[in-house]
């Protein structure tokens, strides 16, 4: 039976700032149009977080009894360490979304936003449709494709839409930011693995891409979110705070370009949700301060 540290552990606290960061950013849009709700905001982060950690344990159950874990460099894995049983997993996961579910329905009668139910639904079943079912759609080389829709203009502009109603340019721009960050840590990710998943047959865009290839994906990624911030700050300069973080994606750009492999590209991962975290809140800060000044 696993531990209270290994549940912890395979919940893998530290892929949460993709789930803080899309609310981040959406609720410094709202402020920037503004309108925010704080109630609503934190309902969202929990909503967002709940999700991530469902989706972590249920790529933890899905890829563990196909195999596809049984070596691996990467932190724990629960079903495929043998740690915890396949069915107590699974039900970890499937709790995690009946709370973002319940957390979800909480905000959209609150913002009378009710098509977003549809949404919802969507989320959910591309949390587990990810590794599982009979095709999931990560060994296919889509996981990025999903990654970007579901962090970025879903998470962001879901959280502008509950608060404030009204989407703007900026949110938009922003949302693909972080959408594009948020891909970068899963190329991270992939690109460590390319090796065991060519042996399982889990088919992800890095190894249909390559070795050298994918580090140029992660290399634009993690950069182009900056340019983004560059042609943002044209229309309103606050939101250029989002340069602060650069510092924060050169580091683990530089680890890419140079040939990281292994246990390396673990701390590549953990440095771009860093960056990630650091770039959506300061851009949400500067979205917000675009009504105050």
Not at 156 to 168: F, M, R
Not at 243 to 252: E, F, V, W
Request: proline share 4%; glycine share 14%.
């Amino acid at each position: 039976m696993a531990t209270l540290a290994q549940w912890v552990e395979g919940a893998r606290l530290r892929t949460l700032p993709t789930a803080v960061s899309p609310v981040l950013v959406g609720t410094g849009a709202a402020l920037g149009s503004g309108t925010v709700a704080v109630g609503r905001a934190v309902l969202a982060l929990v909503v967002s977080l709940a999700l991530v950690i469902g989706v972590n344990y249920a790529n933890d159950y899905s890829d563990g009894i196909r195999g596809t874990d049984d070596e691996r460099v990467g932190p724990l894995r629960l079903v495929g360490s043998k740690a915890a049983s396949p069915h107590a997993v699974r039900n970890a996961a499937l709790v995690s979304f009946a709370i973002a579910m319940l957390a979800g329905l909480t905000l959209v009668s609150l913002s009378r936003q009710w098509w977003l139910i549809a949404v919802g639904a969507v989320c959910v079943a591309g949390a587990w449709f990810y590794t599982g079912g009979k095709r999931p759609y990560g060994y296919a080389g889509l996981g990025e494709v999903a990654v970007f829709v579901f962090f970025g203009p879903v998470g962001v502009l879901g959280t502008v839409l509950t608060q404030s109603g009204a989407i703007g340019p900026l949110a938009v721009v922003a949302a693909v930011g972080v959408g594009l960050l948020t891909c970068g840590v899963l190329v991270a990710n992939n690109l460590r693995d390319i090796a065991g998943d060519e042996v399982s047959g889990k088919r992800t865009l890095a190894v249909a891409l390559g070795d050298r290839d994918t580090r140029r994906l992660y290399t634009a990624t993690a950069l182009v979110p900056f340019l983004l911030t560059i042609g943002m700050g044209i229309r309103s300069w606050p939101v250029l705070l989002g340069l602060l973080a650069l510092p924060l994606a050169i580091t683990p750009v530089r680890l890419v370009l140079g040939g990281a492999d292994g246990r390396k590209l673990i701390r590549v991962l953990q440095q771009t949700s860093v960056a990630l975290l650091g770039w959506s809140a300061l851009t949400g800060v500067g979205l917000g301060l675009g009504l105050v000044l």
